[in-house]
T-cell receptor, first 114, second 111 residues
Framework: GEEVAQTPKHLVRGEGQKAKLYCAPIKGHSYVFWYQQVLKNEFKFLISFQNENVFDETGMPKERFSAKCLPNSPCSLEIQATKLEDSAVYFC????????????FGDGTRLSIL | AQRVTQPEKLLSVFKGAPVELKCNYSYSGSPELFWYVQYSRQRLQLLLRHISRESIKGFTADLNKGETSFHLKKPFAQEEDSAMYYCALSGGSSNTGKLIFGQGTTLQVKP
């Protein structure tokens, strides 16, 4: 597609439940990035992929968070045993190969943990 | 440490007034700097990047390595410029490409 597509737009989960977010990058873009934005504050980088391979996971919490980008499927970000502090908007971005290419963002998924 | 600072949370100006949104950065190598904009109920979209040295919607930004700044400027603000603006840094082609964002500045242009 021509835009990064994120689903769902809003996800509500009870504390302790699992949450799974999806991202379809722009066709032809090899890199996918996930960011977390808590309470309209700064964007925090979580993880990036080059095709289906993890490229940089330095921002991923060690526990409970995992992500995948499999061929012919949307990328996913999964949070096990959610906590109240996981409430945030999760943004996905994609970009083309090559230095200096800008990232294109999706609309984000708002995750609310009750 | 890599950091981007946008000192103003809110900048309010009248239509036709000049606008400058401040952005300072801290990075040890050669960064790439971007300005992203988020209009109400729309997704984050790229406004400018320093390597392009272009003007988009009347906005310009010059990278000042001496002052480690990348301020966004427009000589005459329009009401449709009202939005949230984020300055972001990437570590260049040798980096993994992740963006480091500032806290964002809300620009409010009053009629």
């Amino acid at each position: 597609g021509e835009e990064v597509a994120q689903t769902p737009k809003h996800l509500v989960r009870g504390e302790g439940q699992k949450a799974k977010l999806y991202c379809a990058p722009i066709k032809g873009h090899s890199y996918v990035f996930w960011y977390q934005q808590v309470l309209k504050n700064e964007f925090k980088f979580l993880i990036s992929f080059q095709n289906e391979n993890v490229f940089d996971e330095t921002g991923m919490p060690k526990e409970r968070f995992s992500a995948k980008c499999l061929p012919n499927s949307p990328c996913s970000l999964e949070i096990q045993a959610t906590k109240l502090e996981d409430s945030a908007v999760y943004f996905c971005a994609s970009r083309q190969v090559g230095g200096n290419q800008p990232q294109h963002f999706g609309d984000g998924t708002r995750l609310s943990i009750l | 440490a890599q950091r981007v600072t946008q000192p103003e949370k809110l900048l309010s100006v009248f239509k036709g007034a000049p606008v400058e949104l401040k952005c300072n950065y801290s990075y040890s190598g050669s960064p790439e700097l971007f300005w992203y904009v988020q209009y109400s109920r729309q997704r984050l979209q790229l406004l400018l990047r320093h390597i392009s040295r272009e003007s988009i919607k009347g906005f310009t930004a010059d990278l000042n390595k001496g002052e480690t700044s990348f301020h966004l400027k427009k000589p005459f603000a329009q009401e449709e410029d009202s939005a949230m603006y984020y300055c972001a840094l990437s570590g260049g082609s040798s980096n993994t490409g992740k963006l480091i964002f500032g806290q964002g500045t809300t620009l409010q242009v009053k009629p």
